[in-house]
């Protein structure tokens, strides 16, 4: 597939079909997740693919997962751009069913530099913005085989560790669903950007 098509193709999803992803396709993903560039060289990214429905369940456990539109959600969203409305709106409900059905799921962890809550500076985040060079990698590789997935950012990370037992020092970056496009899944018209509105030359 032409690169430029593999970036048209990366969109994120929130249902799946049940088809089974063959591992290869994973293992590539996962493996082209590892060339991303690192702040220090050294990759500190692991990868968890949970596959146990209990681990999954437990997992949603960890934060209040809204299932419903209300209108009290409604309301909350009124004062967004009609693109980012929609989107909250359509995916909100959707997030621990997608963790739940979705045919693969996999949590992306990192080693923190400095631990979030004693980050000051941009150069403090810098694993946290390392990995997610990381997590783009992946889900464009698995977009070159039409595979699809959505970064969920899970709230209480502590309790996610607790779950997947990962180790204190590490930081869970992001819980992502992915499989083939469900016929029905909905994907969200992507927010179009005039770019001479955004590209500055020498200074703003
Ligand atoms: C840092 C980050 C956090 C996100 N968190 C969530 C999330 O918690 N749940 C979710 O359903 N989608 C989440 N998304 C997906 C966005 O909603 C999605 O990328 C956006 O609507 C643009 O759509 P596209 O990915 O199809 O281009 C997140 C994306 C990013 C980059």
Redesign the pocket.
Known sequence: MEFKQVIDK?????EFSNEIIPNEIIMEALHNGLKAPSYNHLKQWDFIMVRDPKIKLALTQTEEMIEEVSTDLIHAFEDYENLARE?YLD?IP??KR?ILTAPELLVVVYKPKTPVKDSHRIYDLNCLASV?CCIENILLSLAEHDVLG????PKNTDKVKEVLKVPNELEVA?IIPFGYKDKDSK??E?KEIDLKTRVHVNAW
């Open positions: 990366r969109r994120s999803i929130r989107m995916a959707k997030q997608m997610w959505v970064t969920f950012i992001a994907i969200i992507q």
